[in-house]
Nanobody, 125 residues
Framework: QVQLVESGGGLVQAGDSLRLSCTAS???????MGWFRQAPGKEREIVAA????????NYSDSVKGRFTISRDNAKKMVYLQMNSLKPEDTAVYYC???????????????????WGQGSQVTVSS
């Protein structure tokens, strides 16, 4: 069982930066991780994913070049650095963990077994 807690959300202006953190519980931390987001009235969508060892990273086209996912397994932390934020980035951001160290379908919510409670990110224009 893995418990996830997100932090770092808030209200920022367009063009600003924000870093989300996800703290994981559990004995070991080699899970593949993902960041998803859900805007009001829209489906949950992938933002970024990282393998258990951190060597494989993937991004959605909408955030590629602006967001960076990283992890510190010793601290059981996963981060999402968000730069050049846009109003369309406004959403609740969720941290997710797979039972496995690598997932092939990294962009699918069903590939992840554990979810955090979400952190609100609001970008004003």
């Amino acid at each position: 069982q893995v418990q996830l807690v997100e932090s770092g959300g808030g209200l920022v202006q367009a063009g600003d930066s924000l870093r989300l953190s996800c703290t994981a519980s559990g004995r070991d931390f080699g899970n593949a991780m993902g960041w998803f987001r859900q805007a009001p009235g829209k489906e949950r969508e992938i933002v970024a994913a990282i393998s258990g060892g951190g060597r494989a990273v993937n991004y959605s086209d909408s955030v590629k070049g602006r967001f960076t996912i990283s992890r510190d397994n010793a601290k059981k932390m996963v981060y999402l650095q968000m730069n050049s934020l846009k109003p369309e980035d406004t959403a609740v951001y969720y941290c997710a963990a797979s039972r496995f160290g690598f997932v092939g379908t990294w962009d699918t919510a069903g590939s992840y077994d554990y979810w955090g409670q979400g952190s609100q990110v609001t970008v004003s224009s």
